[in-house]
Protein backbone atom coordinates (compact mmCIF):
# COMPACT_ATOMS: atom_id res chain seq x y z
CA UNK A 1 0.00 0.00 0.00
CA UNK A 2 1.19 3.59 -0.86
CA UNK A 3 0.56 6.22 1.50
CA UNK A 4 0.90 9.68 0.49
CA UNK A 5 1.42 12.42 3.55
CA UNK A 6 1.15 15.99 2.66
CA UNK A 7 3.16 18.07 5.52
CA UNK A 8 6.00 17.71 7.50
CA UNK A 9 5.11 19.39 10.84
CA UNK A 10 4.66 16.69 14.06
CA UNK A 11 1.78 15.02 12.78
CA UNK A 12 3.03 14.79 9.39
CA UNK A 13 6.73 13.77 10.56
CA UNK A 14 5.29 10.93 13.17
CA UNK A 15 2.98 9.16 11.47
CA UNK A 16 5.48 8.53 8.27
CA UNK A 17 7.92 7.87 10.79
CA UNK A 18 5.05 4.97 12.27
CA UNK A 19 3.91 3.72 8.77
CA UNK A 20 7.70 3.68 7.60
CA UNK A 21 9.04 1.60 10.51
CA UNK A 22 6.40 -1.28 9.71
CA UNK A 23 7.84 -1.11 6.35
CA UNK A 24 4.87 0.50 5.12
CA UNK A 25 5.64 2.51 1.28
CA UNK A 26 5.53 6.28 2.62
CA UNK A 27 6.11 9.37 0.69
CA UNK A 28 6.10 12.57 2.41
CA UNK A 29 5.84 15.88 1.18
CA UNK A 30 7.27 19.21 2.62
CA UNK A 31 6.72 22.66 1.22
CA UNK A 32 9.64 23.54 3.15
CA UNK A 33 13.42 23.75 2.10
CA UNK A 34 14.48 22.37 5.14
CA UNK A 35 14.14 18.88 6.54
CA UNK A 36 11.88 18.42 9.76
CA UNK A 37 12.19 21.08 13.19
CA UNK A 38 9.85 21.81 15.92
CA UNK A 39 7.88 24.90 15.61
CA UNK A 40 7.36 25.59 18.72
CA UNK A 41 11.37 26.04 19.47
CA UNK A 42 11.35 28.71 17.10
CA UNK A 43 11.23 31.36 19.25
CA UNK A 44 14.36 30.32 21.84
CA UNK A 45 16.56 29.98 18.28
CA UNK A 46 15.17 33.44 17.41
CA UNK A 47 18.22 36.33 16.42
CA UNK A 48 20.77 33.30 16.70
CA UNK A 49 21.90 31.16 13.33
CA UNK A 50 23.60 28.42 15.49
CA UNK A 51 20.55 27.94 17.47
CA UNK A 52 18.33 28.02 14.82
CA UNK A 53 20.12 25.78 12.41
CA UNK A 54 20.24 23.52 14.99
CA UNK A 55 16.75 22.70 15.63
CA UNK A 56 16.67 21.24 11.73
CA UNK A 57 17.37 17.42 11.65
CA UNK A 58 21.11 16.05 10.97
CA UNK A 59 19.43 14.17 8.31
CA UNK A 60 16.39 13.69 6.22
CA UNK A 61 14.06 10.30 5.97
CA UNK A 62 14.55 8.74 2.42
CA UNK A 63 10.93 9.02 1.82
CA UNK A 64 10.98 13.25 2.36
CA UNK A 65 10.53 14.94 -0.49
CA UNK A 66 10.98 18.50 -0.71
CA UNK A 67 8.39 19.89 -3.03
CA UNK A 68 5.02 21.20 -2.51
CA UNK A 69 1.86 19.38 -3.31
CA UNK A 70 0.03 21.46 -5.63
CA UNK A 71 -3.27 19.82 -6.20
CA UNK A 72 -5.15 16.59 -5.19
CA UNK A 73 -6.91 14.30 -7.76
CA UNK A 74 -9.42 11.92 -5.91
CA UNK A 75 -10.97 10.51 -8.98
CA UNK A 76 -7.59 9.13 -9.94
CA UNK A 77 -6.36 8.99 -6.65
CA UNK A 78 -2.81 11.20 -7.66
CA UNK A 79 -1.09 13.89 -5.99
CA UNK A 80 0.66 16.45 -7.83
CA UNK A 81 3.78 18.70 -7.59
CA UNK A 82 3.47 20.91 -10.64
CA UNK A 83 3.36 18.67 -13.52
CA UNK A 84 4.79 15.33 -11.72
CA UNK A 85 2.10 13.12 -10.20
CA UNK A 86 2.70 10.62 -7.62
CA UNK A 87 -0.38 7.67 -6.81
CA UNK A 88 -1.59 6.70 -3.54
CA UNK A 89 -3.42 3.99 -1.99
CA UNK A 90 -4.47 6.20 1.22
CA UNK A 91 -3.49 9.97 1.46
CA UNK A 92 -2.59 11.54 5.11
CA UNK A 93 -3.61 15.45 4.89
CA UNK A 94 -0.87 17.03 7.33
CA UNK A 95 -1.24 20.49 6.36
CA UNK A 96 -0.97 22.38 9.62
CA UNK A 97 -1.46 25.90 9.54
CA UNK A 98 -0.95 29.14 8.87
CA UNK A 99 -0.59 32.81 10.76
CA UNK A 100 -3.48 34.76 11.27
CA UNK A 101 -2.51 38.60 9.29
CA UNK A 102 -3.96 42.28 9.40
CA UNK A 103 -3.90 43.30 5.56
CA UNK A 104 -2.77 46.57 7.00
CA UNK A 105 0.67 45.08 7.70
CA UNK A 106 0.25 42.94 4.59
CA UNK A 107 3.65 44.76 2.92
CA UNK A 108 5.56 46.33 5.57
CA UNK A 109 9.21 46.69 6.05
CA UNK A 110 9.95 45.31 9.63
CA UNK A 111 6.28 43.48 9.80
CA UNK A 112 6.29 39.88 10.47
CA UNK A 113 4.75 36.61 11.61
CA UNK A 114 6.62 33.92 13.30
CA UNK A 115 5.53 30.70 12.28
CA UNK A 116 8.21 28.77 10.02
CA UNK A 117 11.91 28.69 9.84
CA UNK A 118 12.05 30.79 7.17
CA UNK A 119 10.05 33.62 9.36
CA UNK A 120 12.62 33.10 11.65
CA UNK A 121 15.57 33.41 9.30
CA UNK A 122 14.16 36.60 8.21
CA UNK A 123 13.56 38.11 11.80
CA UNK A 124 16.85 37.52 12.60
CA UNK A 125 17.71 39.23 9.71
CA UNK A 126 15.61 42.72 10.28
CA UNK A 127 15.00 42.65 13.79
CA UNK A 128 15.62 46.07 15.49
CA UNK A 129 14.52 48.03 18.28
CA UNK A 130 12.20 49.00 19.61
CA UNK A 131 10.10 45.72 19.10
CA UNK A 132 6.28 44.95 19.58
CA UNK A 133 4.69 41.80 19.40
CA UNK A 134 1.16 41.94 18.51
CA UNK A 135 -0.53 39.21 20.60
CA UNK A 136 -0.62 38.30 24.09
CA UNK A 137 -1.17 34.22 23.48
CA UNK A 138 1.15 31.44 23.91
CA UNK A 139 3.54 32.02 20.68
CA UNK A 140 3.65 35.47 21.28
CA UNK A 141 4.47 35.58 24.92
CA UNK A 142 7.19 33.10 24.15
CA UNK A 143 8.78 35.26 21.34
CA UNK A 144 8.34 38.76 23.38
CA UNK A 145 10.07 36.78 26.46
CA UNK A 146 13.41 35.43 24.18
CA UNK A 147 13.46 38.31 22.20
CA UNK A 148 13.66 40.61 25.44
CA UNK A 149 17.13 37.47 26.38
CA UNK A 150 18.41 39.02 23.53
CA UNK A 151 18.61 42.43 24.79
CA UNK A 152 16.09 43.63 22.63
CA UNK A 153 13.43 46.21 23.99
CA UNK A 154 9.66 44.59 23.43
CA UNK A 155 6.30 45.62 24.21
CA UNK A 156 3.41 43.13 24.02
CA UNK A 157 -0.32 44.38 23.08
CA UNK A 158 -2.99 42.31 23.59
CA UNK A 159 -6.66 42.92 22.36
CA UNK A 160 -8.67 40.69 25.27
CA UNK A 161 -8.95 42.00 28.68
CA UNK A 162 -5.94 39.91 29.72
CA UNK A 163 -2.88 37.83 27.96
CA UNK A 164 -3.22 34.09 27.46
CA UNK A 165 -7.25 34.88 27.02
CA UNK A 166 -7.67 31.59 25.93
CA UNK A 167 -5.54 29.44 28.67
CA UNK A 168 -5.96 31.74 32.00
CA UNK A 169 -8.49 33.94 33.98
CA UNK A 170 -8.26 37.26 34.89
CA UNK A 171 -6.43 36.36 37.98
CA UNK A 172 -3.54 34.12 36.73
CA UNK A 173 -2.85 36.43 33.75
CA UNK A 174 -2.22 38.98 36.16
CA UNK A 175 0.10 37.02 38.30
CA UNK A 176 2.10 36.29 34.89
CA UNK A 177 1.33 39.82 34.08
CA UNK A 178 3.76 40.31 36.84
CA UNK A 179 6.12 37.57 36.35
CA UNK A 180 6.83 38.55 33.36
CA UNK A 181 7.16 42.26 34.14
CA UNK A 182 9.64 41.47 36.40
CA UNK A 183 11.44 40.45 33.42
CA UNK A 184 11.77 43.35 31.20
CA UNK A 185 8.42 42.62 29.31
CA UNK A 186 6.09 45.75 28.77
CA UNK A 187 2.80 44.32 28.23
CA UNK A 188 -0.60 46.44 27.24
CA UNK A 189 -3.77 44.95 27.42
CA UNK A 190 -7.55 45.80 25.89
CA UNK A 191 -5.30 47.50 23.30
CA UNK A 192 -6.56 47.09 19.04
CA UNK A 193 -4.38 47.81 15.98
CA UNK A 194 -6.10 50.45 14.05
CA UNK A 195 -2.86 51.70 11.85
CA UNK A 196 0.66 52.07 11.58
CA UNK A 197 3.22 54.89 11.02
CA UNK A 198 6.51 54.75 8.60
CA UNK A 199 9.42 56.79 8.65
CA UNK A 200 10.21 58.52 4.93
CA UNK A 201 12.00 55.20 3.63
CA UNK A 202 9.16 53.55 4.31
CA UNK A 203 9.78 51.51 7.28
CA UNK A 204 8.30 50.97 10.18
CA UNK A 205 7.80 53.71 13.05
CA UNK A 206 4.86 53.14 14.97
CA UNK A 207 1.69 51.54 15.58
CA UNK A 208 -0.91 53.09 15.94
CA UNK A 209 -4.27 51.47 18.27
CA UNK A 210 -7.72 52.02 18.02
CA UNK A 211 -7.17 54.46 21.50
CA UNK A 212 -5.41 56.60 18.91
CA UNK A 213 -2.10 55.75 20.85
CA UNK A 214 1.44 55.57 19.11
CA UNK A 215 3.74 52.89 19.98
CA UNK A 216 7.07 53.26 19.01
CA UNK A 217 8.19 50.35 17.20
CA UNK A 218 10.68 49.18 14.27
CA UNK A 219 9.65 45.54 14.52
CA UNK A 220 6.29 43.90 14.70
CA UNK A 221 5.83 40.46 15.51
CA UNK A 222 2.19 39.54 14.89
CA UNK A 223 1.13 36.60 16.87
CA UNK A 224 -2.47 37.02 16.34
CA UNK A 225 -3.29 32.86 16.03
CA UNK A 226 -3.58 30.25 13.48
CA UNK A 227 -6.19 29.23 10.51
CA UNK A 228 -6.00 25.98 9.57
CA UNK A 229 -4.71 25.05 6.37
CA UNK A 230 -7.29 23.90 4.50
CA UNK A 231 -6.58 25.02 0.81
CA UNK A 232 -5.43 22.47 -1.04
CA UNK A 233 -8.62 19.94 0.93
CA UNK A 234 -11.24 22.39 -0.87
CA UNK A 235 -9.96 22.23 -4.10
CA UNK A 236 -10.37 18.87 -3.53
CA UNK A 237 -13.84 18.84 -3.16
CA UNK A 238 -13.96 17.19 0.90
CA UNK A 239 -16.23 18.55 3.22
CA UNK A 240 -13.95 21.77 4.96
CA UNK A 241 -15.71 23.95 7.80
CA UNK A 242 -13.45 25.61 9.97
CA UNK A 243 -10.86 22.86 8.94
CA UNK A 244 -11.13 19.52 6.87
CA UNK A 245 -14.02 17.71 8.76
CA UNK A 246 -12.84 14.19 9.78
CA UNK A 247 -14.76 11.11 11.52
CA UNK A 248 -13.78 9.20 14.26
CA UNK A 249 -11.05 7.40 12.30
CA UNK A 250 -9.76 10.77 11.50
CA UNK A 251 -11.10 10.16 7.75
CA UNK A 252 -12.75 13.04 5.83
CA UNK A 253 -15.14 12.48 3.09
CA UNK A 254 -13.31 10.73 0.96
CA UNK A 255 -12.37 7.46 2.07
CA UNK A 256 -8.89 7.17 0.82
CA UNK A 257 -8.07 10.24 3.01
CA UNK A 258 -7.26 11.13 6.71
CA UNK A 259 -6.62 14.78 7.76
CA UNK A 260 -4.58 14.91 11.10
CA UNK A 261 -3.04 17.98 13.20
CA UNK A 262 -3.92 21.32 13.33
CA UNK A 263 -5.59 21.12 10.11
CA UNK A 264 -8.82 18.63 10.74
CA UNK A 265 -11.84 19.37 12.72
CA UNK A 266 -12.83 16.73 14.50
CA UNK A 267 -16.46 17.08 16.53
CA UNK A 268 -16.26 20.67 15.40
CA UNK A 269 -12.93 21.52 17.50
CA UNK A 270 -9.56 22.44 15.96
CA UNK A 271 -7.33 22.99 18.96
CA UNK A 272 -4.07 23.68 16.97
CA UNK A 273 -2.21 22.26 19.84
CA UNK A 274 0.86 19.45 19.69
CA UNK A 275 -1.05 16.81 21.93
CA UNK A 276 -3.74 16.56 19.24
CA UNK A 277 -1.52 16.49 16.73
CA UNK A 278 0.26 13.77 18.16
CA UNK A 279 -2.48 11.70 19.25
CA UNK A 280 -4.02 12.34 16.04
CA UNK A 281 -0.64 10.85 14.18
CA UNK A 282 -0.29 7.80 16.07
CA UNK A 283 -3.95 6.82 15.75
CA UNK A 284 -3.53 6.99 11.96
CA UNK A 285 -0.88 4.79 11.56
CA UNK A 286 -2.21 2.08 13.94
CA UNK A 287 -5.32 2.54 11.39
CA UNK A 288 -3.57 2.17 8.33
CA UNK A 289 -1.36 -0.70 10.06
CA UNK A 290 -4.37 -3.10 10.38
CA UNK A 291 -5.20 -2.27 13.75
CA UNK A 292 -8.71 0.01 13.08
CA UNK A 293 -8.72 2.58 16.45
CA UNK A 294 -11.27 4.95 17.35
CA UNK A 295 -9.24 8.51 18.22
CA UNK A 296 -9.68 9.34 21.62
CA UNK A 297 -8.97 13.19 22.43
CA UNK A 298 -6.13 13.81 24.42
CA UNK A 299 -5.62 15.90 27.89
CA UNK A 300 -5.88 19.58 26.26
CA UNK A 301 -3.07 20.74 27.92
CA UNK A 302 -0.70 23.84 27.20
CA UNK A 303 2.26 25.08 29.64
CA UNK A 304 3.95 28.21 29.45
CA UNK A 305 7.19 28.79 31.05
CA UNK A 306 8.55 32.14 32.50
CA UNK A 307 12.16 32.22 34.15
CA UNK A 308 10.65 30.75 37.98
CA UNK A 309 7.26 30.41 37.22
CA UNK A 310 5.49 27.34 35.38
CA UNK A 311 2.16 27.82 34.35
CA UNK A 312 -0.34 25.30 33.27
CA UNK A 313 -3.43 24.89 31.84
CA UNK A 314 -5.75 21.93 31.03
CA UNK A 315 -9.11 21.81 29.32
CA UNK A 316 -11.79 24.60 29.87
CA UNK A 317 -11.20 27.73 32.06
CA UNK A 318 -14.53 28.93 32.21
CA UNK A 319 -17.43 28.32 34.60
CA UNK A 320 -17.93 27.29 38.08
CA UNK A 321 -14.85 27.56 39.72
CA UNK A 322 -12.94 26.88 42.54
CA UNK A 323 -9.58 28.13 43.75
CA UNK A 324 -7.07 29.77 45.84
CA UNK A 325 -4.28 32.22 45.52
CA UNK A 326 -0.86 32.11 47.79
CA UNK A 327 1.91 34.97 47.13
CA UNK A 328 2.27 33.61 42.96
CA UNK A 329 0.74 30.39 43.83
CA UNK A 330 -2.44 30.08 42.52
CA UNK A 331 -4.98 27.04 41.41
CA UNK A 332 -8.45 27.16 40.04
CA UNK A 333 -10.02 23.90 39.31
CA UNK A 334 -13.26 24.23 37.08
CA UNK A 335 -16.22 21.72 37.85
CA UNK A 336 -19.39 21.48 36.28
CA UNK A 337 -21.55 18.95 37.70
CA UNK A 338 -19.34 17.30 39.54
CA UNK A 339 -16.82 16.81 36.45
CA UNK A 340 -13.91 18.83 36.32
CA UNK A 341 -13.66 20.36 32.82
CA UNK A 342 -10.68 22.39 33.29
CA UNK A 343 -8.07 23.34 36.11
CA UNK A 344 -4.98 26.78 35.87
CA UNK A 345 -1.85 25.61 37.80
CA UNK A 346 0.44 28.69 38.55
CA UNK A 347 3.93 28.49 40.55
CA UNK A 348 3.24 24.65 41.39
CA UNK A 349 2.83 21.94 38.85
CA UNK A 350 2.63 19.62 42.51
CA UNK A 351 -1.33 18.62 41.66
CA UNK A 352 -1.12 18.63 37.76
CA UNK A 353 -0.71 14.63 37.67
CA UNK A 354 -4.26 14.50 39.59
CA UNK A 355 -5.32 17.44 37.32
CA UNK A 356 -4.33 15.15 34.02
CA UNK A 357 -5.64 11.93 36.02
CA UNK A 358 -8.91 13.12 36.72
CA UNK A 359 -9.48 15.59 33.27
CA UNK A 360 -13.32 14.73 32.47
CA UNK A 361 -14.06 12.88 35.26
CA UNK A 362 -15.83 13.26 38.45
CA UNK A 363 -14.32 14.52 41.32
CA UNK A 364 -15.19 14.47 45.11
CA UNK A 365 -15.42 17.89 46.91
CA UNK A 366 -13.05 16.44 49.31
CA UNK A 367 -10.68 16.05 46.87
CA UNK A 368 -10.96 19.50 45.55
CA UNK A 369 -10.25 20.79 49.35
CA UNK A 370 -7.30 18.88 49.94
CA UNK A 371 -5.99 20.41 46.52
CA UNK A 372 -6.40 23.62 47.89
CA UNK A 373 -5.14 23.32 51.42
CA UNK A 374 -1.86 24.83 50.23
Known sequence: MRVIIIGNGVAGATVASRLAAKGMDVLLFSEEPVGFYSRIMLPQALCDKEALTSLVAKSDPPYLAKRPVTSIDREAKLVYSGTASYPYDKLIIATGSRSRTLDIF?????????RTFDDAERIGEIIENPVLVLGGGLLGLETALWVRRKGY??????????????????????????????????????????????????????????????????????????????ALAKAAGLEVDRGIVVDDHLYTSDPDIMAIGDCAQWHGKVPGIMPVAL???????????????VYQEPVLFTRFKGDGLDVVSVGTVAGPVVYRRRGTRYEAYFIEDSILKGAILIGSTEHLSFVRSHYLKTVEDSEVASLLAF
Do not use: F, W, Y
Not at 190 to 204: E, I, S, V, Y
Not at 281 to 293: F, Q
Open 106 to 114: SVTDGACAL
Open 279 to 293: AMAENVAKTLAGEPA
Open 153 to 230: DVTVVEASDHILARQLDSEGAAILKAHLEEQGLVIRERMRAQAKKLDPRGRLRALVTEEDEELACRTLLLSLGVLPET
